[in-house]
Structure formats: C-alpha cells, structure tokens
C-alpha cells in the first residue's frame, strides 16, 4: 500500500470513501461506516470532531449501577463498559452495601502537579538565591491565564527549584503545585507551564550576574502522578453481619478468606495486577462515562500502587476483633467542568444523573464504582469462583451471536445450569430444541 497524504484534509464522505476502497466490498463497508453515524447531523459533527480522521463512532453501552449509597446519598451510577459482568458486579456489591451502611470517602487533597524541566549550566547558587524573584516574575505573567481559575479559588499553589543534576549533568526543574478545582486542569496547567518557561528564558537573559547561556528548556508538561490528588473510600460492618453473603458461608469464614485474597495481592505482583484491575473496571467505567481521561487515572493509578518498589493492590482489608473493614486508597485527577465534559451529549445527561456532583464527589463516586467492582471480584474469587457469574453472561453474548430465538433462551439458560457452555454446545442445544421444540435429558446433543 502506498503512502497516504493529504487525508485529514479530506471530507468525512471522501475518508469513508478512502479507506473504504481497500476493502473488497467498498460500498458496503462505506455503507457500514455511515450505519453508524448519529441521526442528527449537528451530534454527528460534534462526535467528530472529538478525534482526527474519523470515519464514524464506535458505540460501546452505556449502563447504570443503581443503589450505590455513598456518605448517606443515593446515587444511580452511570458506567460505559464494553465487559459483560462488570456492571452486574458493581450492581451486586452497590445493593449489598446499601443495605450494610453503604460507602464512606475521605478526599484527601487535590493537589495537581506540573514541571518544567530544563538544562541548567550555569550559577546553581546564584540561582536557588535570586529563585524567589523569579517566583515572583512567574506568578505575575500568568496572572492572565490564572484570572479565571483564582475567581473560582483555585490557582498556583506553590513553585519549587528541583536539582535532579546528580542523575543528569544539568538537569533541574520547576516543579509546580496548582488547585484546578472543578476541571482536570490539564490544559490549564500546561498553559501556566509553558508561560512559566518563556517567563524563565527572558528573566535569566535580563540578569547580568548569569552567563546568558546556560538554559536550556527541554519540556513543560502537567505529571499524570497525583499522589496528592487522591480519595479514600471505604466499607465497613461488623463480621457477623457478613453471615451468608454467600450462600452457606460464615462471615468469619467469608471475612478470612477475603482477607487472604487481598493478602495474595500484597505479595505477588502478577496477583495485584489482576486484582487492580478489577478495581479499574469500576473506576474507569464511571471515568469514561463522565468524559473524563481514563489513561490519566490508570497511569497514576499504577504508579501509586508501585510506590513502595513493589506493585501491590490499591485496596486493603482490615480485620480487627470481628470488625471488617475493607478500604481504595486511589489517586485521581478527574474533572467535571472543561474537555469532553461540556461538550459530550451523553456526558452531560451522566453527570446530570449523579446530581451534577463536584470534582471531589465525581472522585468519590468513581472510587466506589471501583471498590464495588473489587469487593465483588474478591468476593467471587475466594468463595464461588469467577466462571460461575461469568459464564452466564457469556452465555447470553453466544445466545446474542447465534440469534436464538427468544422461545429458547428460558430452557437453554436452565440446561446450561449443570453443563459446560462452549459455542458448539450452545448450537448443538438449539438445533436440538429446534428439531424437537423441547429439551429434557433424553435429547441427545
Ligand atoms: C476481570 O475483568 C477482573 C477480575 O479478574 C479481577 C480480579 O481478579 O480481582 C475478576
């Protein structure tokens, strides 16, 4: 295939058309693209214009958690996720805590970070003693970009000088703290950052006591790392209360094996990972369907749970004298204002949902989503087992895939109760119950 130009510059049609005519069947393909373009034309060019070079939307369901009760309110959680069992887990989990005193969050700080990193070669002394009128000249230029956020009462936190020369001849930083309030902040802050740097270069070229040539800018960019951005979200009962979650189970024996669960997690890294990433299906479903960036909260996310050197779960569990306490310790940096989420109609109508919370609440709502997700998960893994709950959900997708008449599902569900299920069996099941219009056991399949 030769090399393509010039294509952001084409229309949608002649996109579609473009890449189309690679395939063998470039009307259909065409067609397919446009199958799924928005009814309304003004909806369809916003949605484009979220990316580069689109050709249509990819839509991915958008599903509801109810009965999530979090420091005494009720919400119906709004969660956009393409895996089957997550919002039926986090459904699972919100409806038992409701009824056991639902989840509790602490914000612990918002704090977010920018750095400006240069290459210094010149007075370190003269530098660190003048830094704090060029604090000074750094905080006035921005006054402009900051107008706006420091109505809102937020701002520039706090500029600091950073000598990193002992792990790079030269290398030091701004390293900045900033209150974005309600937004992420992430345009924000890298406006402030890049003013910072020109503020930098023309104050140490108008100061006679340096060389003038000993400063080299090499980036200014916000750090996804917000340790200090960061909720704390929790569930709390008695053990006994616990009697029975699963059926059958003390809620000693069940708070001892969950207990073990999360400590697997704590040693083993491969377990961790996995068990993270159950909080994730959580956290990253609300993340999305509030529009906010889900690759942000995960890169911080797994950043925090390798603080120590070693990775380990973000959640943990406290078993004291019959009391079970199971915590997400999770940094965040989410927003509810700027980005997608004054622009996506379907952000908009979520964030309606939850009451059009603040940034602080959106973080304890995902936080919660997250450790709903987690409780089930762990739940599952150290009682039932994961394939239980999932192979029904999987059975429904195969169902979906083999367009089983709606007469069959109620008898395929109940055989697949006591049986395996494959695609093959599942085909094998209907075309036995076609044939025969009824399945019992002496229907051979
Ligand atoms: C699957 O998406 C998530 C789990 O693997 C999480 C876990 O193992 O804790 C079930």
Not at 206 to 220: A, D, R, W, Y
């Amino acid at each position: 295939m030769e090399m393509i130009n010039g294509f952001s510059k084409l229309t949608t049609e002649e996109k579609i058309s473009t890449i189309s005519k690679l395939f063998d069947n470039p009307k259909d393909v065409a067609d397919y693209f446009r199958s799924f373009h928005h009814q309304n034309p003004r909806i369809q060019e916003l949605l484009e214009e979220f990316s580069e070079n689109t050709l249509s939307n990819f839509p991915m369901p958008f599903s509801v958690a109810p009965n999530f009760l979090i420091n005494g309110k009720n919400y119906i959680v709004p969660m956009v996720i393409e895996e089957s069992s997550v919002v039926a887990a986090a459904s699972n989990s919100a409806k038992y805590w409701y009824r056991h005193g639902g989840f509790k969050t602490e914000i612990v700080d918002t704090e977010k970070i920018g750095q400006v990193h240069f290459l210094w070669k010149d007075n370190t002394d003269l530098l660190r003693y003048k830094f704090p009128e060029l604090k000074n000249a750094l905080i006035e230029d921005t006054e402009a970009i900051t107008e706006n956020m420091r109505k809102r009462g937020g701002g520039i936190l706090d500029i600091e000088l950073k000598d990193l020369s002992d792990k790079e001849p030269g290398l030091m930083q701004l390293y900045c703290t900033f209150d974005t309030k309600d937004s992420m902040g992430a345009n924000f802050i890298n406006s402030c950052l890049e003013q910072f740097a020109s503020t930098f270069k023309e104050w140490y070229h108008h100061e006679p006591e340096f060389t003038g040539e000993g400063l080299e800018i090499i980036m200014c960019i916000l750090s996804n790392l917000t340790p200090d951005s960061r909720v704390k979200c929790w569930v709390e009962t008695e053990v006994d209360k616990l009697d029975n979650i699963v059926n059958g189970v003390s809620g000693a024996d069940f708070a001892r094996s969950f207990e073990l669960g999360v400590r697997v997690a704590e040693i083993d890294p491969h377990r961790a990972v996995t068990h993270n990433k159950g909080i994730f299906n959580g956290v990253d479903a609300v993340v999305l369907a509030s529009g906010n960036d889900f690759r942000a909260v995960e890169a911080c996310g797994h950043a925090y749970a390798s603080r120590s050197g070693q990775y380990r779960p973000l959640t943990h569990v406290e078993l004291n004298e019959g009391h079970f306490k199971f915590t997400l310790d999770l940094p965040i940096s989410i927003g509810v204002v700027g980005g997608l989420t004054n622009l996506h109609p379907l952000v908009k109508l979520a964030l309606k949902m939850l009451g059009n919370p603040d940034a602080t609440e959106l973080m304890s709502i995902a936080a919660a989503a997250g450790l709903a997700n987690n409780f089930s998960a762990v739940k599952s893994l150290v009682t039932t087992g994961i394939q239980k709950g999932h192979m029904k959900m999987h059975l429904f997708n195969i169902m979906k895939q083999l367009e089983v008449p709606r007469e069959f599902k109620g008898p395929i569900v109940e055989y697949f109760k006591t049986h395996k299920v494959s695609v093959s069996e599942v085909r094998k099941v209907m075309e036995a119950l076609q044939f025969t219009g009824k399945l019992n056991n002496s229907v051979k399949i």
